[in-house]
Each structure stands twice: as structure tokens, then as C-alpha cells.
């Protein structure tokens, strides 16, 4: 599927900012399965710098330093992207789960190396022994660990509950477990959190997710929002997407922005600011699917 990605953030500050330095995730990147066949990101006031890179992770970034003295900061992120849908192990097929660790730990090669990292804590997937004893329901001992993964996915979306502003960004993952209810971003690291636990490796994806329009009525402009959900690492097969909001393995309605260890590594809009007293945040977002010849499309 190709689909027109747009992500605008707007910043309203009570006083005026003299300086700010910048770094966004908002350029999707190009994988396997994924091709961003352009980008547009508009900054304004226009920056003095404007530079781009990639990250540790390899996810592209921006980034900006603004020395024009502002009290509205737009950041808008234009994408054409299309995703194919993954191949998907058959989940029985898959290496038993208390194998894993030691097939990675063993591998030493780059990609190896690489595999391991995700596997250990980071600062939003550290919980305490109530994580692991939630994890460790869906992990007997020599159960398939794609298996083993769908079954935790589906406890944390029946478990529970979808709620905006029950958390925060700040918001642990024993907090999380204690609520039993959040956010996409909230049921990603709890679940990561839980791989981890078991000493298997998972990453953090940020992205976005084509939503439908209730039957009968067209869709809102700008009422899309950002998403998140995990990959976890199939020894012979490689990293498998899981999305506990939604209890599935994401086909071709997901577009990849980036991944990191988890949330701080991959936030859309990061930063300093001189100035700028207290600051609201609006955030519009929208997904709509093009046609094959849309890729020529945006302007």
C-alpha cells in the first residue's frame, strides 16, 4: 500500500524563545519491506541550521537550531511511503523461547551484536519482579517463541484497557501493570518489558497506522495520531512486529517511522529551549491511502 503521511506539531509558548536546538524523527525510513520515496519537513521560523544524519539506530534525523526569537514553533512532516506486507513464520515453527538468548549471545557477527543490545533493560522497560511474574504466564518452559509472543500480545489486549490520559509519557511499566490500562506507547514498553524479563530481545517501532472512518461518515483530517507497538527477534527468521493495541501482527497499514530501545530513543520532536515560559502542544496527524500512481502525487 502507498500512503500520504502527514504529521504537523505545532508549539505556542507564553514567552518568547531566544534559542532552540532540535533533533526530529519524523522522516520514515526505508527498509526491507518499506520505502519512503520522499520526505518534505518544513520548519518556521526557518532555522539557521538545518541538517540531516541518522541515529545510532540508523533512523534518519533532523536537525535544526532556530536563533530567531519565536513564540510559535510548526513542524509539519510530509511523507509518501509504501509498506509490503511481512512474510510471517508459522509461530510453531519458531526456536522454543528459552533458546533464544543463547542463540544470540553465541552469534558474533554484526547483526548478532546488534540482536543482543535489545535485549536488556533501558530506561522506560525497567520494571520490577511483577513484570516478570506477568511475563513468565505465556513462556512454559520450550513453548515456540513466536507463539509464546502472540499469547502475551493478546493478554495485554484483553487485559487491558485503551485510555487516553490515564498516563503520561513519564508513566513506568509496573505503573502500567498496576492500572492495567493506557496508551499504544504504554502497551509497547510493557510488553518489551516483559520480553526482557525473560532475557529475549525486542525493540521499540514508532510509526503510524492507517484508521478507518466509522461507517457512513468520511474521515477527519488530522485525527490520525502517531502509534507505536514492539518487534521481537526470531532466531533463523529475524524481527517479527507485534502490536498489543490492536492484537495482531501488522500487515501493510503500519508505516515505520523509526526504532529504538524504546520511546526516548525515537521521539518525534526532541530538544532545548532558552525562553519560552509554560507551552501547549497541538498535534494533527493523518494517514490516507494513495493509489498506485500516487506516489507522484504530493506537492
Known amino acids: 500500500m502507498i500512503f500520504d503521511v502527514s504529521h504537523q506539531t505545532i508549539y505556542r509558548y507564553s514567552q518568547p524563545v531566544s534559542i532552540s536546538h532540535h533533533m526530529f524523527h519524523l522522516s520514515p525510513r526505508t527498509t526491507s519491506r518499506q520505502i519512503c520515496h520522499r520526505t518534505a519537513l518544513t ?16 533512523n534518519p534525523i533532523t536537525f535544526v537550531a532556530l536563533q ?15 509498506v509490503s506486507p511481512p512474510t510471517t ?21 554484526p547483526l548478532g551484536l546488534q540482536v543482543l543490545q535489545f535485549a536488556y533493560e533501558s530506561p522506560f522497560t525497567n520494571g520490577d519482579a511483577d513484570i516478570l511474574e506477568y511475563a513468565q504466564k505465556s513462556f512454559p518452559p520450550g513453548r515456540p517463541i513466536l507463539e509464546a509472543a502472540q499469547d502475551l500480545t493478546s493478554r495485554i489486549y484483553n ?13 513506568t511499566v509496573d505503573e502500567v501493570l498496576r492500572l492495567k490500562r ?28 492507517l484508521t478507518k472512518a466509522p461507517e457512513g461518515r468520511e474521515k477527519l483530517v488530522g485525527a490520525d495520531a502517531s502509534h507505536a507497538w514492539l518487534s521481537v527477534w526470531c ?65
Not at 530567531?68 to 509504501?82: D, P
Request: net charge negative; with cysteine; charged share 20%.
Open 43 to 58: 520548519v518556521s521560523p526557518a532555522p539557521s541550521i538545518n541538517e540531516t544524519s541518522t541515529d545510532f539506530f540508523g
Open 68 to 82: 530567531t526569537q519565536h513564540e510559535e514553533l510548526t513542524i509539519h512532516s510530509r511523507s509518501v511511503v509504501e
Open 89 to 109: 513464520p508459522e509461530p510453531g515453527s519458531t526456536l522454543p523461547w528459552d533458546e533464544v538468548y543463547n542463540a544470540v549471545e553465541r552469534d558474533r557477527s
Open 159 to 171: 487485559e487491558f484497557k485503551y485510555e487516553g490520559g490515564a498516563t503520561t509519557v513519564t508513566t
Open 182 to 209: 493506557g496508551v499504544c506507547q504504554d502497551f509497547a514498553h510493557l510488553e518489551i518489558a516483559c520480553f526482557r524479563a525473560m532475557r529475549l530481545p525486542a525493540r521499540y517501532v514508532s510509526g503510524y497506522l
Open 235 to 299: 532466531p533463523g527468521y529475524g524481527w517479527v512486529d507485534l502490536d498489543p493495541t490492536n492484537n495482531l501482527i501488522p500487515k501493510d497499514e503500519h508505516v515505520l517511522l523509526a526504532w529504538g530501545r524504546d520511546y526516548s530513543d525515537v521521539s518525534p520532536v526532541n530538544g532545548v529551549i532558552f525562553g519560552g515560559g509554560e507551552h501547549v502542544v497541538d498535534v494533527s496527524v493523518d494517514v490516507r491511502s494513495l493509489p498506485d500512481t500516487g506516489i507522484a502525487t504530493m506537492r
